[in-house]
């Protein structure tokens, strides 16, 4: 019985003051009329915090507050994994644990507690999208440049990871501009296309637009940095 489509990152955008803000205001909304889609992430952020929330088809809901000496990398698929449902910095449906129970897609290794509930496991079977190749070796791709890990396990990427350097502007275009070895390697002749004929680079053929934000104390102090073709060849143009 969703109601609230894409449009909600509108309404937010519209109506919130701060990144908690638009998270209290995606709850009311999907609360009260319901979530259209399988299910989708938001990220929202502001000057002095990010918060990610996922919404699933109906009236459900969890949210989770960024930590400061995080990155958070999703690749169209629930990121979300393991939850401190005690956190202050976690925000749930209340009935979202035992839905899964009662559908049998999470059962506690001890009744009662519910510390190794694993939200991305739960509501996203393995069989979908976490095991395509246009999404996950953009994930092993990206996480490698963050951290210096290589990620085999394409059912278990991290949510969250301290990365190996600080992030700023400059390693955010570097990692939009990224493509894995095996496209390269693939071609047989150790030479890449400039413009690119796989789906699975974060660089990649379907790519037309993509943009960096670096957020000001003030809104109107941010600056958007926007590429408006491959990232890999294209500039990124400061937008003020």
């Known amino acids: 019985d969703g109601g ?17 803000d638009a998270v209290d205001i995606a709850i009311d909304l999907v609360t009260k009329y319901g979530y259209i889609t399988g299910g989708r992430t938001y990220t929202v952020a502001d000057h002095n915090e990010a918060w ?6 109906g009236h459900r ?3 989770r ?3 400061n000496d995080e990155v958070t990398y999703i690749a169209n698929a629930f990121a979300f994994d393991k939850v401190d449902v005690n956190s202050k910095d976690v925000i749930m449906s209340p009935d979202l ?3 899964a129970i009662k559908t049998g897609h999470y059962k506690p290794a001890k009744a009662g507690d519910y510390s190794d509930f694993d939200f ?9 999208s976490r095991l395509r190749s246009t999404n996950a070796l953009r994930l092993q791709t990206g996480w490698e440049y963050l951290t210096g890990i ?9 949510e969250t990871q301290t990365p190996k350097f600080k992030v700023g502007v400059d390693e955010i275009r570097h990692l939009m501009r990224l493509t894995a070895p095996k496209t390269y390697a693939e071609r047989g002749d150790g030479r890449a296309d400039a413009f690119h004929v796989s789906a699975d680079d974060i660089s990649r053929s379907q790519t037309r637009e993509s943009w960096v ?7 109107h102090l941010n600056t958007l940095w926007r590429c408006s073709s491959y990232q890999e060849t294209g500039p990124y143009i400061p937008w003020f």
Not at 4 to 20: F, H, M, N, Q, T
Not at 52 to 57: P, R, T
Not at 150 to 158: A, I, K
């Open 4 to 20: 609230v489509g894409y449009g909600i990152r509108r309404l937010l955008a519209e109506r919130a003051k701060s990144a908690r």
């Open 52 to 57: 990610q929330i996922m919404l699933l088809k």
């Open 61 to 63: 809901y969890i949210a």
């Open 65 to 67: 507050k960024v930590q």
């Open 97 to 99: 644990i035992e839905h």
């Open 120 to 128: 991305s496991r739960a509501y996203q079977p393995d069989d979908t």
């Open 150 to 158: 290589h990620y085999s396990d394409w059912l278990h990427f991290p």
């Open 213 to 219: 934000m670096e957020l000001g104390e003030k809104p």
